[in-house]
């Protein structure tokens, strides 16, 4: 694994030399330490891709040094080495997590293999990580749409950083769950994962969640009590509706941020936290700093990474797929296995504008497993569980934010969806009742994911 970080700790200069030259030769990039104060030092520095610590030094021993490092979360490989191993250190080595045990005089060939081994697993982990959430397993992110597609990739490379990410998407659209995943891919993914909803709660009681309180802090405050981000330390917060923040409170936020410590409400004791932010709102942040209801200031703390996901109307391609999906867990919670959606079901599922985007697809899938009589889910069935029977609207079409094209992409898909049903799905008749060229309304039910039965026809190419 070329242009790996390493970190080489060892009391002996002249192994110190001989290991640092070995490795850079092979195109490693070698930090060395002489002790355990100062490996500490450079460990809170950086992130390595891999260590080696001799297990007698003169400020500690090197089992100490990797035992504080499983205490933090910090799971980067190690590779123990000494001149005077023993059973029992090995198995203590190993049942501390590491991934290997060297013995002195350290022999360059056996050193190099235990590396590039070393290194190996580690990135098949990451990739093995990176597979789980491509494949939907990690945050449940269902979709093969280029949108969605994009927004995969952009939360694999964002997870491997320490920065912070601001998720950004109407209600609905899946924030917390692409914040879980972030998570799950982190180099943090062993530690905790903390939620708070800024919106849910007081103004008055955020500070002590997010930052604790001291017994006596305040009436009712009957013991110590840790917050959000101390629980948090060495993992992830999730700060949902961040937008809805008080003012007071993104100010103290902002020094969190910035000097990486909190103090409980109440106390007056520093403590440092090594929290990673991940913040998620609907609301237009930018609008927000120009009105002065949000920090400029937090916002650019927050919006190191900005992830956008975009509304279930922007990926329609995506609403078979995630509605089979919902259907299957649907089907199984509620024991009625063996159900399954019809293409007219799916094609008026298409054709609605879902303004409560993913979150609301999901519960009227769950609907309709619980309200259709039969196994099998047809069109008529899913205008029933609809807002309004599913009919269309001829009035009210504009709703605020929503770009034009998509307000008539929805009403194009609307009228040639009731014609289809009208005329039984025939395409020929469909056009004629429309006064449209058959070439035409087949391209156009196409580019809007509809289509006919095709009974008695054949379609035109």
Not at 46 to 59: A, E, H, M, N
């Amino acid at each position: 694994m070329a242009h790996a970080h390493l970190l080489v700790v060892d009391d002996e200069p002249s192994i110190l030399t001989t290991l640092q030259k070995a490795l850079s030769l092979e195109g490693y990039s070698v930090d060395v330490a002489g002790g355990v104060k100062v490996a500490d030092e450079k460990l809170k520095k950086r992130s390595y891709d891999l260590c080696l610590f001799d297990v007698q030094l003169p400020d500690g021993d090197g089992l100490s040094l990797l035992s504080s490092l499983r205490a933090a979360k910090n799971e980067v490989p190690v590779i123990m080495m000494s001149g005077h191993a023993t059973i029992d250190t090995a198995v203590r080595a190993t049942r501390l997590g590491a991934l290997n045990f060297l013995e002195k005089p350290i022999n360059t060939d056996a050193l190099l293999i235990a590396v590039e081994t070393a290194l190996r697993l580690q990135r098949a982990e990451s990739e093995a990580r990176e597979l789980r959430l491509a494949s939907g397993q990690a945050g449940e992110l269902v979709g093969d749409s280029p949108a969605i597609k994009k927004l995969v990739e952009q939360i694999a490379r964002a997870a491997k950083s320490a920065a912070s990410v601001l998720v950004t998407g109407e209600r609905g659209t899946g924030k917390e769950l692409v914040a879980r995943a972030i998570h799950q891919l982190s180099p943090r993914a062993k530690g905790p994962l903390e939620k708070l909803n800024c919106a849910a709660l007081p103004s008055e009681l955020i500070e002590s969640e997010l930052f604790g309180h001291e017994a006596g802090a305040f009436t009712g405050a009957t013991k110590q009590r840790r917050g959000k981000f101390e629980r948090a330390s060495g993992g992830t917060l999730f700060l949902d509706e961040v937008g809805d923040m008080p003012l007071p409170m993104q100010a103290k936020l902002l020094r969190v941020l910035q000097e990486r410590e909190i103090e409980r409400v109440g106390g007056n004791e520093t403590i440092k936290v090594d929290t990673r932010v991940v913040a998620a709102t609907n609301r237009d942040l930018v609008k927000a700093c120009e009105s002065d209801a949000f920090r400029a200031d937090l916002y650019d703390r927050l919006n190191v990474v900005p992830l956008h996901i975009p509304p279930l109307r922007a990926r329609r391609e995506d609403i078979p797929l995630l509605a089979r999906h919902f259907l299957e867990l649907a089907a199984k919670t509620n024991d009625r296995p063996g159900m399954k959606l019809e293409d007219d079901a799916i094609a008026v599922l298409a054709s609605y504008s879902f303004p409560g985007n993913v979150r609301e697809l999901k519960n009227l899938t769950e609907r309709l497993v619980i309200l259709t009589p039969d196994d099998v889910i047809r069109a008529a069935d899913v205008r029933t569980c609809l807002p309004g029977g599913g009919a269309p609207k001829t009035a009210g079409l504009f709703r605020p934010g929503v770009p034009f094209r998509v307000l008539v992409e929805e009403a194009e898909r609307q009228i040639i969806q009731d014609a289809l049903t009208h005329n039984g799905g025939q395409m020929a008749a469909t056009a004629r009742n429309l006064d449209l060229e058959r070439s035409h309304l087949y391209k156009k039910a196409r580019a809007l994911g509809l289509r006919g039965d095709g009974k008695g026809e054949e379609e035109e190419t």
